[in-house]
């Protein structure tokens, strides 16, 4: 193998040479926390430097990080350390949780804390990886956080996003499924917990394996007059499907790596895991038959159940980036619901934020569900809008190898052969294993090569994953720049007669938004007498504290409406400001009064202490 020939593209992966050879074969006697022990010290074993690189820094004193690298949740978790280390007025740092082997789950809260605490203060909540092999999830999320970090003070527009707004990052949502892919390249979908996927009554009994040892999980192709797939004459790599047996050359059947564990006569059908945690959140869940990966329950997993518990701690939360991959494009909502049920307001402003996403990235945003009854039940954004009023993005990064190949005809058209040879020229041919012979215990003579699927198409390769990530940051950034934010007038006092005066303030949202985020945001509760409580959103507060005076009209804690923003598309909110009076008498010869405005989604306003005389 060459080093590529690109300038500027290290040749940088996570695991250099050839992997740790798979521990699939001892999944079905060390399944469990057994088995992400055996994972760790293989690579520890086989692999000094890239452990050893945990000691070093990943973070260089001028905020430098290698973007075009994925990162285990260990390494992750360091970077997010060092950063919190390099920032530590613009950053602090959460164990939000244990995930099912017992690795912390870390989310990174960024702001300028010497503007406001990250909690009052609108924010956006970003994540990746939820599902195990879709790192490039977890590198943008990683990304973003070294982008706002490196950029306060050196950014206009990223100081002044932090000193008014707030992220959280958790940029390893699923630790464990992470690394499986990351280090073993297993293909499971999301949790590591065992699951019977073939409901033979054992589970993760057949995985698919690396056979051949050379680190990848890639295919067989096994010598068959009557199978569908040919040796493409001009690339005998090529497979090319021929149904109609209208070609001449070697024919093959092709099978993913691996022996029948479990003697079933079918290969490779019950691998790790097999719960779909975007499946696994409260609103609109459902169970197995209807929808498959849910879980035995809403939030069984302890992923999930973090990330709930987070979002509801968290009121200051406005929106939602679950970061998966790939597709090279957007899910936006409805994701739970019949789309002629979703609230049409919030549906034009979903379309509206999400044309900036095209906009930026020349990319769709598409519906991610589209049918009256059949939903992806239990997503994380459809509870995040639902029950919180918040909307919620699911991008797919990465559109797929035209995204990096050559296209060397100008057909517009990115073919095998122009991947080989991309791969081969620019590459060294490292993401193509070829067919190497093997004897398999099963079908005797077979070759097992092909392509590195998850760094060639489920993930860019690590060359080319900063070009990936550095595009997303932008719309991310403006996501957060929409949200709600309060703003306060100073208190006027003015006298009514001796010793009674009138105090009056007046909140305004500043913001793009709504203080309710969504129309959803403002649906209540609502009483016989009228009035609406229990809102999904909780209105703004205005608190007026008032030493040496006595409260003579108004409340001291006053519920004033949504403020509505400078959007045009929501109708639950009327107003963009309300004013607040109240009549207050002197009490003692000390007087003075503050007001304190808070929205749960817009941040909090204060007033200084106004001497009232
Ligand atoms: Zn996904």
Redesign the pocket.
């Given at each position: 193998m060459t080093e590529p020939t690109r300038s500027g593209r290290p040749a940088v992966h996570p695991v250099r040479g050839p992997r740790p050879r798979a521990l699939c074969r001892s999944y079905g006697a060390s399944r469990g926390s057994v088995h992400v022990l055996l994972v760790i010290a293989t690579l520890s074993a086989a692999y000094p430097s890239l452990v050893s690189s945990q000691a070093s820094s990943l973070v260089s004193p001028d905020g430098a990080v290698d973007w075009n690298r994925f990162y285990t949740a260990a390494e992750t978790d360091q970077i997010l350390r060092e950063f919190h280390a390099l920032h530590p007025g613009l950053t602090e740092l959460y164990r939000i949780g244990e995930s099912l082997r017992g690795r912390p789950l870390m989310t990174i809260a960024i702001t300028n804390e010497a503007t406001g605490p990250a909690h009052e203060k609108p924010a956006l909540y970003v994540d990746g990886g939820?599902?195990a092999g879709?790192l490039t999830?977890s590198a943008v999320a990683t990304h973003l956080v070294g982008h706002l970090l490196n950029g306060y003070g050196a950014d206009p527009r990223i100081t002044a996003l932090l000193d008014t707004r707030a992220f959280y990052v958790r940029p390893k949502f699923n630790p464990d499924g992470s690394d499986l892919a990351l280090i073993e390249d297993q293909s499971l979908r999301s949790t590591t917990r065992p699951f019977d996927d073939d409901e033979d009554g054992t589970a993760d009994e057949d995985p698919p394996e690396d056979l051949d040892g050379d680190g990848w999980i890639t295919r067989m192709r096994i010598p068959d007059p009557r199978g569908v797939w040919v040796a493409d004459p001009t690339d005998d790599r090529i497979l090319v499907r021929d149904p109609e047996m209208s070609m001449a050359g070697p024919r093959y059947t092709t099978m993913s790596e691996g022996i029948d564990n479990d003697v079933d006569g079918a290969l490779n059908e019950d691998g790790v895991g097999g719960l779909d945690m975007?499946r696994n959140f409260p609103r609109n869940w459902e169970r197995e038959h209807l929808q498959p990966g849910a879980g035995d329950y809403p939030l069984s997993e302890p992923e999930t159940r973090a990330a709930a518990e987070f979002v509801n701690a968290h009121r200051n939360i406005v929106g939602i980036v679950a970061g998966?991959?790939s597709g090279g494009f957007v899910y936006r909502l409805p994701s739970a619901s019949a789309p002629s049920l979703f609230p049409p307001n919030d549906l034009e402003l979903i379309l509206h934020l999400g044309e900036e996403y095209t906009r930026s990235t020349g990319r769709p945003v598409v519906p991610s569900s589209t049918h009256p009854t059949e939903h992806r039940y239990g997503t994380l954004i459809s509870w995040g809008y639902w029950d919180h009023g918040v909307i919620g993005w699911?991008p797919?990064f990465s559109p797929g190898p035209e995204a990096w190949v050559t296209d060397y005809d100008g057909d517009g058209e990115i073919v095998e052969a122009e991947q080989h040879r991309f791969n081969d020229e620019e590459l060294g041919g490292r993401y193509f294993s070829d067919w190497t012979p093997f004897e398999h215990p099963e079908f005797g003579a077979v070759e097992i090569g092909g392509w590195h699927a998850k760094f060639w198409g489920q993930n860019p390769p690590p060359e080319f994953l900063e070009e990936e990530t550095s595009r997303q940051l932008h719309w991310i950034a403006y996501l957060a720049e929409q949200s709600p934010l309060i703003a306060m007038s100073e208190p006027q006092v003015s006298t009514v007669e001796d010793g009674v005066f009138r105090v009056e303030v007046t909140v305004s949202n500043t913001g793009f938004l709504p203080t309710s985020v969504t129309d959803r945001g403002v649906v209540g509760r609502e009483r016989p007498d009228g009035s609406v409580d229990r809102r999904v959103v909780r209105a703004p507060v205005v608190t007026l504290s008032h030493p040496g005076l006595d409260i003579v009209e108004g409340e001291a804690r006053t519920v004033i409406p949504h403020l509505r923003g400078s959007n045009p598309f929501l109708r639950a909110a009327i107003s963009d400001s309300h004013t607040v009076t109240w009549t207050v008498r002197a009490a003692a010869a000390e007087r003075a009064v503050r007001v304190e405005a808070a929205s749960d989604k817009g941040g909090v306003a204060r007033s200084g202490w106004v001497v009232v005389r």
């Open positions: 939820i599902h879709e999830g975007n998966h991959t699911v797919e």
